[in-house]
């Protein structure tokens, strides 16, 4: 799998999440403690995420980190 490609599923795997749980981008920048932009452009696919970053969303979203990277191929 591309670098590309993975980084769109896994922006399509956070923004489910988020939106599942009718989470605004906000709200989950706020509760991973990280900026609005970041939470913007890794559901965009368009910026490669830290896995500090990651994990972070993963608890503010109440999922396990291996959820979010889990895809069926």
Same mark, same amino acid.
Do not use: F, P, W
């Given at each position: 799998? *591309?670098?590309?490609?993975?980084? &769109?599923?896994?922006?399509?795997?956070?923004?489910? *999440?988020?939106?599942?749980?009718? &989470?605004?981008?906000e709200k989950l920048a706020e509760l991973a403690n990280i900026n609005m932009r970041s939470v913007s452009t890794i559901e965009c696919g368009t910026t490669d995420v830290k896995f500090t970053t990651?994990?972070?969303?993963?608890?503010?979203?109440?999922?396990?980190?291996?959820n979010l990277v889990e895809f069926k191929l």
């Open positions: 799998m *591309e670098d590309t490609e993975l980084l &769109l599923k896994l922006g399509n795997k956070i923004r489910y *999440e988020r939106v599942r749980r009718h &989470l605004s981008q990651l994990n972070k969303i993963a608890d503010a979203l109440g999922v396990e980190l291996k």
